[in-house]
Nanobody, 120 residues
């Protein structure tokens, strides 16, 4: 299973940010997908998660500014913001909780990370 992120880079404060992550490989079922981030000197933290039923959760610092969405047809998850701030600067990682085979237990899979820098 591979998770490939795209869409990072330099973003202006108040500009538009959109991250994409697509899971590929042998996948039976994905129960949750999400985005985490890690800034220099900090621990990796949850940004937002979404379940297969569409229930989403956000960390307090991004509520009202970030939106997570999931395209079941492509096993893809997206993170969008129209009001990023310099404090959102970090490496963003995609995560998926999934089964590769129907009788398997669920496992966590991670993308390689994409750098997001919010600066003017």
């Amino acid at each position: 299973v591979q998770l490939v992120e795209s869409g990072g880079g330099l973003v202006q404060p108040g500009g538009s940010l959109r991250l994409s992550c697509e899971a590929s490989g042998t996948i039976y079922n994905i129960s949750e997908m999400g985005w985490y981030r890690q800034a220099p000197g900090n621990q990796r933290e949850l940004v937002a998660r979404i379940t297969s039923s569409g229930l989403s959760t956000y960390t307090d610092s991004v509520k009202g500014r970030f939106t997570i969405s999931w395209d079941n047809a492509y096993n893809a998850v997206y993170l969008q913001s129209n009001s990023p701030k310099p404090g959102d600067t970090a490496v963003y990682y995609c995560n998926a909780v999934l089964k590769r085979i129907w009788y398997d237990s669920e496992h966590d899979y991670w993308g390689q990370g994409t750098q997001v820098t919010v600066s003017s």
